[in-house]
């Protein structure tokens, strides 16, 4: 069989979530490609943690742990990665962000009430409480900047009257190889398009317990001639649940297979970046790659 052209085809495109096609391609490319997208497309966490006052139940490794895995919004194209061993952070390669919240009783509280939302102040901890601190000539490079965290409502931690968190974070720049609070998807994966044929017509009650067998969607009947048809409507929807071969009158009569060079790609953002730039992203890492390798193949030939 002739080698297919190549083709990206966008299926469904939401805010945090992209579905698309990847046609003509090995499955090395695929897998390359969905590696790059978990592992090596860099985005900004938090890396440091100062904790210049900690009286809560949540330990200081915890703490630092959990600041570690909120999602920061922010473009990481526009810092450079901190050189090792630097422990001080520049306006270029560091973000720069405070919490600190103490926990008071509420004097206005009904004395029967049990619900700590009312008896007390600041005694849960979120995401939201977290404050840009800009480093150097931050608020001039960044004028329009909005650096916070994607979501407002991650629990950090629950207080309670005279405890406080006092902490200052340093966010920079990496890769999920390095560490997976860095990796900018919740998920990336592919599967190959299924593909399913009905060797014989399969008519009436058999055509209804047919399509009992696969995904909604995946069976549709037809009315020919007053009898009840079944045909494969959209193979797409098919999740391989083999149902189809427990019925011995069945299972003869259908063969699932794949296409073999059809991926269907599913990319689900933190929040951090659009999914549509992270897969823009990491074609150019994976072109980087490529070029590198030739690279080191000139090189190689001409010693």
Known sequence: RLPQAFRVDVIREEEDTLEFDMVGIDAAIANAFRRILLAE???????????????????????????????????????????????????????????????????????????????????????????????????????????????????????????????????????????????????????LLPDITLLQPVEDEAAETLQKCFSPGVIEIQNINGKKVARVANARLDTFSREVFRHESLKNLVRLARVRNHYIFSVESTGILPPDVLVSEAIKILMGKCQRFLNELDSVSME
Request: net charge negative; glycine share 4%.
């Open 41 to 191: 497309v860099p985005t900004m966490a938090v890396e440091k943690v100062f904790v210049y006052n900690n009286t809560s139940i949540v330990q200081d490794e915890i703490l630092a742990h959990r600041l570690g895995l909120i999602p920061i919004r922010a473009d990481p194209r526009l810092f450079e990665y901190r050189n090792q061993g630097d422990q001080e952070g520049t306006e270029i390669d560091t973000l720069q962000f405070q919490l600190k919240i103490k926990c008071k009783r509420n004097p206005q509280a009904a004395k029967e009430s049990s619900d700590p939302d009312e008896l007390y102040f600041n005694h849960k901890v979120y995401s939201k409480h977290m404050t840009w601190v800009p480093l150097g000539n931050q608020t001039d490079l960044f004028p329009d900047a909005d650096f916070r965290p994607v979501h407002d409502d991650i629990l950090i931690a629950l207080l309670r009257p005279g405890q406080e968190i006092d902490v200052l974070m340093h966010c920079v720049k990496g890769i999920g190889k390095d560490h997976a609070k860095f990796s900018p998807v919740a998920t990336a994966s592919y599967r």
